[in-house]
């Protein structure tokens, strides 16, 4: 049993896990270690170009890129991952009450989830932002605001997939409980699908956290993000590329290694 | 008929929606919208003036019949940021007017770069038999899609602009003044958009073909002595487009949500970059607006594309 596990592995997991791996190892020894203070400048060594001492080199004040990127790296996954976990919670729920008993309120939620599907996401969190104010914790529920939709919708339909199975009619026939049924029979049973939309999500939420924090309306300093990092680096494009080079192949590595994990994962379910 | 008729009312119908909440929302932010315009000149007197002069003393309701009919007449407000002069105040209609050609501009070449690339790529690569190709254009794409519209910006900046020198990063020509020079910047802050939306259309594409292929008309094509080139131009790729044709559709909705984030890396002064601006100055009649005009593109070309996909395949109106 466990062999055929083992042979279903693939190389879209084995790559994808280990770059996720690593980035996540990264993000949390930056909670801990940097190799120099985030906020330590140095006007001697401005736009030092990557060396020993400092392997991305330094930025306009000096100051570590390495250590900045480690701290950004923390930041944008944190933000991500309580984003994917506030949405995808509201998601369940709303989904499995919806998708389960049906009605009206099943019709409402569809026609708002319709109508905010159709809509770029990134032009919705500016919504929200915009009449929220920005900050670490306002971005956090604009873009768990506009990640619901998407998670009510696949949990619902899944739910309408599996209300009408056998092995739910007989549960129900032997009188177990509504929520017991809801989320103790069904609810297991939607995970593989559930998981692959969380990492797509997961993704979604990087490249819109740090889209936000690129426009200036995201994290705002002096928490590193980023985002922040690159469009302050942009304006040294001449002088200093590596400064851009880091942060940027940080968001790409993050990403890939994500997407190449639920590939993987897609895949071995297949 | 009936069906566009149907088509017609949920467009305005949505409009309508998306007009109250833009408008609702921006009604319970807290901070009072007069005394942030007048600053330390505010008098008692000046702020009732001002108040007046903005139809703020008004009831909710009435302000939105108001403004909504003013809108529909083509009077989109006034700016609560920009101003004209000292006693006048910039019309958002202005402000809005010679930003618009820019942001379409830029949609309209990086949806030309996306089609004329990635459909011959996508056929290319349904039709190459060779697994290293196939490996090649999977690692490309995956990576491709990984990267962020903003980060791609800078990439181009770099490689483009600083790099082969093919242009000047930030020196925007206006297009009153040179349109060629105007379509020329633009093409660079168009490859980035269009870049990983010509993987994600050639693969779609490709495997929208290979589907294709496996149908029983194929085979036929085939049997009655079509050659390869025959089948897969005159019968696999004009099946195959179809979905392609939807898929494009949903992509010009990304392009626009895309162009926000590419106007503000290139130093484009187009509507996306307005729309920034104004968030973070809190000018919320330009906000208003901006949101309406983009749900109505976004609403406008997914009705185009039914509509389109009606003409091409008469088989749907059928069902």
């Known amino acids: 049993m466990k062999k055929h596990f083992v042979k279903k592995w693939n190389r879209y997991f084995i790559i994808g896990f280990i770059m996720t791996a690593v980035a996540i190892l990264i993000a949390v020894a930056g909670v801990f270690w940097t190799p120099y203070s985030t906020t330590a400048m140095s006007a001697s060594e401005k736009f030092a170009a990557p060396s020993l001492a400092h392997p991305f080199g330094t930025d306009n004040f000096g100051r570590d890129i390495l250590s ?11 933000i991500s991952s309580l984003v994917v976990l506030i949405s995808g919670g509201i998601g369940i729920l709303a989904g499995a009450l919806t998708g389960y008993f049906g009605g009206i309120l099943d019709e409402v939620i569809m026609r708002f989830t319709d109508a905010v599907n159709g809509f770029p996401s990134i032009l919705l969190a500016l919504v929200v932002i915009s009449i929220l104010g920005t900050g670490r914790q306002n971005v956090i529920i604009s873009l768990a605001i506009v990640f619901v939709p998407s998670f009510v919708r696949i949990v619902r339909s899944e739910f309408i997939r599996l209300r009408d199975a056998d092995y739910i009619s007989r549960a129900r026939l032997m009188g177990v409980g509504r929520v017991r049924i809801l989320f103790v029979h069904i609810l297991p049973n939607i995970f593989s699908t559930f998981w692959v939309s969380v990492m797509i999500g997961f993704n979604n939420a990087i490249l819109a956290e740090s889209g936000m924090s690129y426009l200036g309306i995201g994290v705002q300093p002096p928490d590193a993000t980023l985002g922040k990092m690159l469009s302050d680096a942009q304006g040294y494009l001449m002088t200093a590329p590596w400064y851009a080079l880091a942060p940027g192949l940080a968001i790409v590595w993050i990403v890939l290694g994500f997407s190449l994990l639920s590939e993987g994962i897609r895949r071995m379910q297949a | 008929m009936k069906y566009f008729a149907k088509k017609i009312i949920t467009l305005i119908m949505t409009l309508f929606v998306v007009s109250v909440a833009a408008f609702v929302a921006f009604q319970i932010i807290p901070g009072d919208v007069v005394t942030s315009i007048l600053g330390t000149e505010a008098t008692p007197e000046r702020e009732v003036q001002l108040r007046a002069q903005l139809g703020l003393d008004r009831p909710p309701i009435e302000r939105y019949v108001n403004w909504i009919t003013d809108v529909l007449k ?20 202005e402000l809005i007017g010679d930003k618009l050609p820019v942001t379409l501009w830029l949609a309209a070449v990086s949806l030309g770069i996306i089609i004329v690339v990635s459909i011959p790529l996508g056929v290319l690569w349904a039709r190459s038999r060779s697994r290293v190709a196939d490996a090649l254009f999977s690692v490309c794409t995956q990576v491709t899609m990984a990267v962020p519209s903003f980060f791609l910006g800078i990439l181009v900046t770099y490689l ?4 082969l020198k093919l242009f000047a990063p930030g020196g925007y020509v206006s297009y009153k003044e040179d349109f060629a020079g105007f379509l020329g910047y633009l093409l660079f802050p168009a490859i980035s958009i269009a870049l990983p939306k010509v993987a994600m259309t050639a693969r779609f594409l490709r495997n929208s073909m290979l589907t294709e292929m496996k149908s029983d008309y194929v085979r036929t094509a085939y049997s009655k002595g079509c050659t390869d080139r025959r089948v897969m131009y005159a019968h696999v790729l004009r099946n195959a487009l179809m979905p392609v044709v939807t898929f494009l559709g949903m992509i010009i909705a990304e392009i626009v949500a895309g162009s926000i984030v590419v106007e503000q890396v290139f130093g484009l002064p187009g509507v996306g970059r307005l729309l920034i601006s104004s968030i973070s100055t809190r000018d919320f009649p330009v906000v208003e607006i901006l949101i309406l005009y983009i749900t109505f593109v976004v609403i406008f070309v997914y009705f185009l594309v039914d509509i389109l996909y009606r003409v091409i395949d008469p088989r749907i109106s059928n069902r």
């Open chain 1, 68 to 78: 900045r990127v480690m701290k950004g790296v923390g930041t944008t996954v944190l």
């Open chain 2, 74 to 93: 083509g009077d989109l407000g006034v700016s609560y940021r920009y101003s004209k002069n000292m006693n006048e105040m910039m019309p958002v209609a």
């Open chain 2, 160 to 163: 483009f602009g600083i790099i």
